[in-house]
Nanobody
């Protein structure tokens, strides 16, 4: 079992920045990769980006060049640095962990970008 807790959401103006955190606990050693997804009101959850256990990152085209994922292994925490935020980045951001092909989700944190 893996538990994930997100934090760092909030309200920011367009062009601003936020950093989200995802703290993992439980069977940490079983995690292959961790990622971020988001869900805007009335829309399906969509992929934002992923970081593997080896540190390789991938991103959705919509956030490439603006968002960055990093990890602090000592703290079992993954970060999502969001820069140049746009109103369309508004939504609930969820942390995901892939542990031996089992997916785990955090509770989500709200990000609102005002125009």
């Amino acid at each position: 079992q893996v538990q994930l807790v997100e934090s760092g959401g909030g309200l920011v103006q367009a062009g601003g920045s936020l950093r989200l955190s995802c703290a993992a606990s439980g069977s940490i050693s079983s995690i292959n990769s961790m990622g971020w997804y988001r869900q805007a009101p009335g829309k399906q959850r969509e992929y934002v980006g992923t970081i593997t256990s080896g540190g390789t990152t991938t991103y959705a085209e919509s956030v490439k060049g603006r968002f960055g994922i990093s990890r602090d292994n000592a703290k079992n925490t993954v970060y999502l640095q969001m820069n140049s935020l746009k109103p369309e980045d508004t939504g609930v951001y969820y942390c995901n962990a892939d542990a031996r092909r089992v997916g785990y989700w955090g509770q989500g944190t709200q990000v609102t970008v005002s125009s």
